[in-house]
């Protein structure tokens, strides 16, 4: 697939992973659409790009507000691209020091927004994406889903945010079967230790310890990178119901 003259939905849009897609999309030709809860970030990341971009304010469980910004990426041109980066994160043990259990609405959340967030995106761009027309070789579009390497080595008080990047992983190559008799590519990322603005508020001494426990190279990864494979998945037609590790070979230990 070719990035130039499609429209793109990136979730979590306004900051981090989803921000470094938005620009490199953007800068392949691509009309995007940026969702985002933090609105303000949103509109000036929007308003700094120019052209179409756009914007639409929400969070990732709301089917009215999701529906709406899968309407204007596909009123914005032809709609191929989905990228789902939205994500929130929980520290906790299953149990504490004490035997208090871990808080269940917390463990509900962080699954509601991730997990349950990226499938509600996925099908609703997916059933827009179905009504474009194919090109050539029957293509219409691809989702790329963001999990984590804490799908496959979460660390302790990783609980929920284990299971719910496990959760993406899982439907993968379900949702890459559902959606190959329309033409849809399923792919998702299993990002490392990136340097997002929330390992952004650790100090350096910090972030360069994190860093050296990398293989290679030992530093975080850029969100460029991240973006860089989004663009990768998009251009490959044959890559399809993958989960590619993001990591520096990276192989998280307990804690």
């Not at 691209?81 to 871990?102: D, F, L, M, S, Y």
């Not at 761009?125 to 390497?149: C, F, H, K, Q």
């Not at 230790?193 to 952004?200: E, H, I, K, Y």
Request: aromatic share 6%.
């Amino acid at each position: 697939m070719r990035i130039n003259n499609t429209s793109a939905l990136v979730t979590g849009g306004a900051s981090g992973l989803g921000e470094a897609t938005v620009r490199a999309l953007t800068a392949k030709g691509a009309v995007c659409t940026i969702f985002d809860r933090d609105e303000p970030r949103a509109k000036a990341l929007a308003e700094e790009l120019g052209g179409d971009t756009g914007y639409v304010a929400g969070d990732v469980g709301d089917e009215e507000v999701v529906a709406a910004a899968v309407a204007r990426a596909a009123e914005s041109g032809a709609f191929r691209i989905t990228v789902n980066c939205a994500g929130i994160g929980w520290a906790q043990r299953t149990i504490g020091r004490e035997g208090e259990p871990h808080d269940y609405n917390a463990f509900k959340t962080v699954v509601n927004v991730n997990l349950i967030g990226t499938f509600n995106v996925m099908r609703l761009a997916a059933g827009a994406m179905a009504r474009s027309e194919p090109l050539e070789d029957g293509e219409r579009g691809v989702i790329v889903n963001t999990a984590s390497v804490a799908a496959f080595e979460g660390q302790i008080g990783q609980i929920s945010y284990s299971a719910s990047k496990g959760g993406i992983v899982g439907m993968t190559v379900p949702a890459a079967r559902d959606l190959s008799p329309v033409g849809i590519r399923v792919n998702t990322i299993a990002p490392g230790l990136m340097d997002t603005p929330l390992l952004g508020l650790l100090p350096e001494e910090a972030r360069q310890a994190l860093g050296a426990g990398v293989l290679f190279p030992k530093r975080l990864g850029y969100p460029a990178e991240f973006a860089q494979l989004v663009c990768s998945i998009a251009e490959n037609a044959y890559l399809n119901g993958e989960t590619i590790r993001l990591d520096g070979g990276l192989r998280m230990p307990p804690k």
